[in-house]
């Protein structure tokens, strides 16, 4: 037992340096296997995986023996981090874990969508599924075609990573049990903190479910008209197929055919992008610029030089965009199939936030180097691409011919943000919804597929297209469920961003409408972000957010404030109309 105050803060530098060591070769591991999907690399991560687990295993043991009492603040928050998350001691069980985590991400990163009676073993005329299948959906306005690759990716890689599933979830929850918790679920809530959290974001979902069901009815009704009744039933789920997007999580790739005003230029820039010949470095840099005007730190030359920004021609990757915190050396990187569109300049933002905030809390000793909770560290690219896409900022980087919109060019901005926006609220919510309960051992593996469907419907309020079963596993054809990266950060990412762009655009004494409010080159929006994201996860989140805002809480005030127009639209737009689906299925009345 160690309670002399000068050998735990030896303990804690040490701590700090060896730390910062292990996660340097854990992350130079990874990106090398991300960015090359080879035997070598497969097998070079999980060696280091198991030795950055023995010197996690060590240090544990070491923090169990030192008594917290007399500590100060930082010290007692460094020692809890210290003493978190599972612990599995067998090194067989922690082998198979690294390596059945590696197949099923393997699995997911190589699958291939192939033609119909394609013989066995031949690649010939197979779609990966970045960029090509992700464009298919994005693109075909054609049912049957949409149906072919919606199957067809879900065939490639969910029976196979089905299988493996399981043994993933019995070793997560063996580790947590060790580690001394209920469940894997309680170590995933355990990063926010806050003992109400589940009841908090249901809470905070029925604040904003009245606008994604505005938008549903609204959406389903223009799909019925575009691919007929007999297809789309305005009084059921729809379809999950028909949405633009492999997941239906985001709606925009079908803006054209929900347009409320046609014919009044759209804020829909992709065209625009490729005509004006902007390239993947170009979108790079025109975010670079935006942290820039800010006062935020630039990406330095190594992001430069050893980021993968767009998809190699000669060998396997992982392209789900990452970013990449290298923990010395200021070596921050990003990993992005990227091409040359709208949506990706979206993710472009997206990722460089990320690196931002590495570059931000880079201060602060390694084990208090993260988001104040991983909703945050999702916010932060998201928010300033709030600032992007409004016309006046698309002006200035020369994609749209004026910053000047009419209350109808007005409406259609708004209906652009809220497809990518709103529409992923539940989206967001269903995918931890469905792995708590797995996890809390609720939904066992032959009813995967049936309650992830449900929650589906529930939430989205999506059917899927085809009969689907117990042999099929849908969670594994979304990237994070095989990667094991958890999803309610995003859920939580797409509320508080606005409470973020709120209060930025108040540091920059913006005058407009929120949802036209572009800080592009406000020093003070900028000082306002930096005092947040310096503080890392030294602080609770709650302390992060009154730094930010003013009040320590979660807030739907501002993603209600900033869609409230289109808000008054959608519901002139479905008086009469039906709104909701199953047992909630109404006529929507003003
Ligand atoms: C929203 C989430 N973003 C991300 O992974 O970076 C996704 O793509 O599913
Ligand atoms: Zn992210």
Same mark, same amino acid.
């Given at each position: 037992?160690?309670?002399?105050?000068e050998i735990?803060?030896?303990? !804690?530098? /040490?701590?700090?340096?060896?730390?910062?060591?292990?996660?340097?070769?854990?992350?130079?591991?990874s990106w090398?296997y991300?960015?090359?999907?080879?035997?070598?690399?497969?097998?070079? &991560?999980?060696n280091?995986?198991?030795?950055?687990?023995?010197?996690?295993? @060590?240090?544990?043991d070491?923090?169990?023996?030192?008594?917290?009492?007399?500590?100060?603040?930082?010290?007692?928050?460094? &020692?809890?981090?210290?003493?978190?998350?599972?612990?599995?001691?067998?090194g %067989?069980?922690?082998?198979?874990?690294?390596?059945?985590?590696?197949k099923?991400?393997?699995?997911?990163?190589?699958?291939?969508?192939?033609?119909?009676?394609?013989?066995?073993?031949?690649?010939?005329?197979?779609?990966?599924?970045?960029?090509?299948?992700?464009?298919?959906?994005?693109n075909?306005?054609?049912?049957?075609? #949409?149906l072919?690759?919606?199957?067809?990716?879900?065939?490639?890689?969910?029976?196979?990573?089905?299988?493996?599933?399981?043994?993933?979830?019995e070793?997560?929850?063996?580790?947590?049990?060790?580690?001394?918790y209920?469940?894997h679920?309680?170590?995933? &809530?355990?990063?926010?903190e806050?003992?109400?959290?589940?009841? @908090?974001?249901?809470?905070?979902?029925?604040?904003?479910?009245?606008?994604? !069901?505005? *938008?549903?009815?609204?959406?389903?009704?223009?799909?019925?008209?575009?691919?007929?009744?007999?297809? /789309?039933?305005?009084?059921?789920?729809?379809?999950? %197929?028909?949405?633009?997007?492999?997941?239906?999580?985001? =709606?925009?790739?079908?803006?054209?055919?929900?347009?409320?005003?046609?014919?009044?230029?759209?804020?829909?820039?992709?065209?625009?992008m490729?005509?004006?010949?902007?390239?993947?470095?170009?979108?790079?840099?025109?975010?670079?610029?935006f942290?820039?005007?800010?006062? !935020?730190?630039?990406?330095?030359?190594?992001f430069?030089?050893?980021?993968?920004?767009?998809?190699?021609?000669?060998?396997?990757?992982v392209?789900?965009?990452?970013?990449?915190?290298?923990?010395?050396?200021?070596?921050?990187?990003?990993?992005?199939?990227?091409?040359?569109?709208?949506?990706?300049?979206?993710?472009?933002?997206?990722?460089?936030?990320?690196?931002?905030?590495?570059?931000?809390?880079?201060?602060?000793?390694v084990?208090?180097?993260?988001?104040?909770?991983?909703?945050?560290?999702?916010?932060?690219?998201d928010t300033?691409?709030?600032?992007?896409?409004?016309?006046?900022?698309?002006?200035?980087?020369?994609?749209?011919?004026?910053?000047?919109?009419?209350?109808?060019?007005?409406?259609?901005? *708004?209906?652009?943000?809220?497809?990518?926006?709103?529409?992923?609220?539940?989206?967001? !919510?269903?995918?931890?919804?469905?792995?708590?309960?797995?996890?809390?051992?609720?939904?066992?593996?032959?009813?995967?597929?049936?309650?992830? =469907?449900? *929650?589906?419907?529930?939430?989205?309020? #999506?059917?899927?297209?085809?009969?689907?079963?117990?042999?099929?596993?849908?969670?594994?054809?979304?990237?994070?469920?095989?990667?094991?990266?958890?999803?309610?950060?995003?859920?939580?990412?797409?509320?508080?961003?606005?409470?973020? %762009?709120?209060?930025?655009?108040?540091?920059a004494?913006?005058?407009?409408?929120?949802?036209?409010?572009?800080?592009?080159?406000?020093?003070?929006?900028?000082?306002?972000?930096?005092?947040? *994201?310096?503080?890392?996860?030294?602080?609770?989140?709650?302390?992060?957010?009154?730094?930010?805002?003013?009040?320590p809480?979660?807030?739907?005030?501002?993603?209600? @404030?900033?869609?409230?127009?289109?808000?008054?639209?959608?519901?002139?737009?479905?008086?009469?109309?039906?709104?909701?689906?199953?047992?909630? #299925?109404?006529?929507?009345?003003?």
């Amino acid at each position: 037992v160690v309670d002399d105050p000068e050998i735990i803060e030896e303990w !804690l530098d /040490v701590l700090n340096f060896t730390m910062a060591e292990v996660s340097h070769y854990a992350a130079l591991a990874s990106w090398n296997y991300v960015t090359n999907i080879t035997k070598y690399n497969t097998e070079f &991560l999980s060696n280091v995986s198991m030795l950055s687990g023995n010197y996690g295993l @060590e240090m544990k043991d070491e923090a169990r023996k030192i008594v917290q009492d007399n500590l100060d603040f930082r010290s007692r928050r460094m &020692l809890k981090f210290a003493l978190r998350g599972g612990e599995l001691r067998d090194g %067989h069980k922690r082998r198979l874990l690294q390596v059945t985590t590696n197949k099923m991400q393997t699995i997911y990163s190589v699958g291939k969508v192939c033609p119909p009676d394609q013989p066995a073993g031949s690649t010939e005329g197979c779609l990966a599924l970045e960029p090509d299948v992700v464009n298919i959906m994005a693109n075909t306005r054609d049912y049957d075609e #949409l149906l072919r690759v919606w199957v067809g990716w879900r065939d490639a890689v969910g029976p196979k990573i089905g299988k493996l599933y399981p043994t993933y979830v019995e070793l997560k929850t063996e580790a947590a049990k060790i580690g001394g918790y209920e469940s894997h679920t309680d170590i995933l &809530l355990e990063k926010y903190e806050d003992p109400t959290f589940e009841q @908090e974001v249901d809470d905070l979902w029925q604040q904003v479910k009245p606008m994604y !069901l505005q *938008l549903h009815s609204y959406v389903r009704r223009k799909l019925a008209a575009q691919y007929g009744d007999d297809k /789309v039933d305005v009084r059921a789920p729809i379809p999950a %197929h028909l949405l633009g997007n492999m997941w239906a999580q985001q =709606w925009n790739n079908i803006y054209d055919i929900v347009e409320p005003f046609p014919n009044q230029g759209t804020i829909d820039v992709t065209d625009k992008m490729k005509e004006e010949g902007w390239t993947i470095t170009k979108m790079f840099q025109v975010a670079n610029n935006f942290f820039k005007s800010l006062g !935020l730190e630039e990406m330095p030359p190594t992001f430069w030089s050893k980021s993968m920004l767009e998809k190699p021609t000669d060998r396997e990757v992982v392209c789900h965009g990452s970013a990449h915190d290298f923990s010395e050396y200021n070596d921050v990187r990003i990993k992005m199939c990227t091409e040359v569109n709208m949506e990706d300049l979206n993710t472009v933002h997206h990722e460089m936030g990320h690196c931002e905030y590495y570059l931000q809390y880079n201060k602060q000793p390694v084990i208090l180097r993260g988001g104040a909770n991983p909703g945050f560290h999702e916010a932060v690219g998201d928010t300033i691409a709030l600032s992007v896409v409004t016309p006046d900022y698309l002006h200035q980087i020369g994609l749209l011919d004026s910053n000047k919109i009419d209350k109808s060019q007005e409406i259609n901005y *708004l209906m652009e943000v809220a497809l990518n926006k709103i529409a992923f609220l539940p989206f967001g !919510l269903l995918i931890d919804k469905w792995r708590w309960q797995v996890f809390r051992g609720d939904i066992t593996p032959q009813q995967y597929n049936e309650k992830w =469907w449900e *929650l589906r419907e529930e939430y989205q309020g #999506l059917s899927p297209p085809v009969e689907r079963t117990s042999s099929d596993f849908d969670p594994g054809a979304k990237y994070h469920i095989p990667s094991g990266t958890p999803y309610i950060r995003y859920f939580v990412s797409f509320l508080v961003q606005f409470q973020f %762009h709120e209060a930025l655009c108040k540091a920059a004494n913006n005058e407009g409408p929120l949802h036209l409010c572009n800080v592009y080159n406000s020093k003070e929006a900028g000082a306002k972000l930096k005092s947040m *994201l310096e503080m890392g996860m030294s602080r609770p989140w709650p302390d992060a957010m009154e730094t930010m805002t003013g009040a320590p809480n979660m807030d739907t005030s501002a993603i209600k @404030e900033y869609f409230r127009p289109l808000m008054e639209w959608l519901e002139e737009e479905n008086d009469g109309e039906l709104i909701g689906w199953g047992k909630e #299925l109404r006529i929507f009345h003003q």
